[in-house]
C-alpha cells in the first residue's frame, strides 16, 4: 500500500534549482518531508529551499570535489537520509572534458551521482527504509555502454550517444545497488517522460525540437515530470526492486541493464574513476 505523506523523512535533491527536480522539491515539501535543495545555481537553490522551507546546498557536478564537500555537509549536518533523488542532468553538444578530466555528460549524469550515492552509503544505511531515486530515460534502451571506455575516448561524440550510455548507466546503477544493498536500501532508475526544462538548456538540437510545435504538444512540464518521483517515493519499497518505472508504468528491466556481470564491471569501474570510498 503506498504511502500518503513523507512525514518525518529527509530527502536529498539534486538538480533541484529548477525543473523537475525543483518541482519534487516542492512535492515533497507539501507531503511532510525535509528537503535539501541540491543545485549548481546558487541563487536559484537557495531561492527554492526558501520557498520549500528547506536546505540549500550548492554543487556542481561537473566537479567531483564539490560533491565531496557536499556528502561531508550531509554526513555531518543531516541527521538521517531517507530518500536520494539522483536528477542532476546535462545534454551537451560538444564534447567538454571537466577539470577531472571526464566528458561532461557522463561525469555529470553518471559518475557524480555515483560518488555521491557511495559516500552516503552508510547514512542511508541508517534510515529504516532508505530510497535511491536515479532520473534515467526510456532512451537507455539505445545506449552502448563500455565500462573500460565511459568517457568515450575511442569512438566519436555524439551527444545523444553519450546522453543515452549515461542513462542506461543510471538504471545499472539503480540495479547494481539493490544487488549489493541490504533489504533496508532500495534504488530504482526511472524515465519522467519528455520535460520542458534546463536540461538542454547547451543544446540547441534539443531545445529546437521542444520548441517546435510537436515537440510542446508532446512535451511534460515540470511539474508532471516529477510526479513518478513522488509515486515512487510514496509505493511499498518490496516492489521497487528490479523494475525500471516509465513515468508511472513499472517494466523489467531490458538488457543490458539488467546484465548482473556488467553491473559489477561498472560498479568497479567508477569506483576506480571517481576514488569513492565504499
Known amino acids: ?29 507539501a507531503m511532510g518531508a525535509s528537503v535539501v535543495v541540491v543545485g549548481r545555481a546558487v541563487t536559484r537553490t537557495r ?14 557536478f561537473a ?26 542532468g546535462i545534454v551537451s553538444p560538444k564534447r567538454k572534458t571537466t577539470s577531472d578530466g571526464h566528458e561532461l555528460t557522463v561525469q555529470v549524469n553518471f559518475l557524480s551521482p555515483f560518488l555521491l550515492t557511495s559516500l552516503l552509503w552508510e547514512k542511508l544505511l ?34 545523444m550517444r553519450s546522453y543515452n550510455a549515461s542513462k542506461l548507466a543510471s538504471v545499472v546503477h539503480a540495479a547494481e545497488i ?47 515530470g516529477a510526479e513518478p518521483i513522488i509515486r515512487i517515493a510514496t509505493t511499498d519499497r518490496g516492489r521497487l526492486r528490479d523494475v525500471f518505472y516509465n513515468r508511472f508504468e513499472p517494466e523489467p528491466l531490458r538488457t543490458p541493464a539488467a546484465d548482473a556481470d556488467l553491473g559489477a564491471r561498472l560498479w568497479q569501474r567508477a569506483h576506480e574513476l571517481t576514488h569513492a570510498s565504499t
Open 178 to 224: 539493490n544487488r549489493r544493498a541490504p533489504d533496508t536500501m532500495t534504488a530504482v532508475a526511472f524515465h519522467p517522460g519528455t520535460v520542458r526544462s534546463g536540461l538542454d538548456r547547451d543544446s540547441a538540437l534539443v531545445t529546437a525540437a521542444k520548441a517546435s510545435l510537436v515537440g510542446r504538444r508532446l512535451t511534460r512540464s515540470p511539474e508532471e
Open 63 to 88: 566537479r567531483f570535489s564539490e560533491v565531496r564537500e557536499l556528502a561531508q555537509h550531509l554526513i555531518s549536518h543531516i541527521p538521517r537520509i531517507d530518500i536520494l533523488v539522483n536528477n542532476a
Open 126 to 159: 541508517q534510515a529504516p527504509s532508505a530510497l535511491v531515486i536515479n532520473t534515467s530515460s526510456s532512451l537507455y534502451r539505445f545506449g552502448k555502454l563500455d565500462p573500460d571506455d565511459l568517457d568515450q575516448n575511442r569512438s566519436r561524440y555524439g551527444q
Open 47 to 60: 531561492a527554492v529551499a526558501d520557498e520549500v522551507g528547506g536546505t540549500a546546498l550548492p554543487a556542481d
Open 1 to 29: 500500500m503506498a504511502a500518503e505523506t513523507l512525514d518525518g523523512l529527509t530527502a536529498v535533491v539534486t538538480g533541484a534549482s529548477s525543473g523537475v527536480g525543483a518541482a519534487a522539491a516542492r512535492r515533497m515539501a
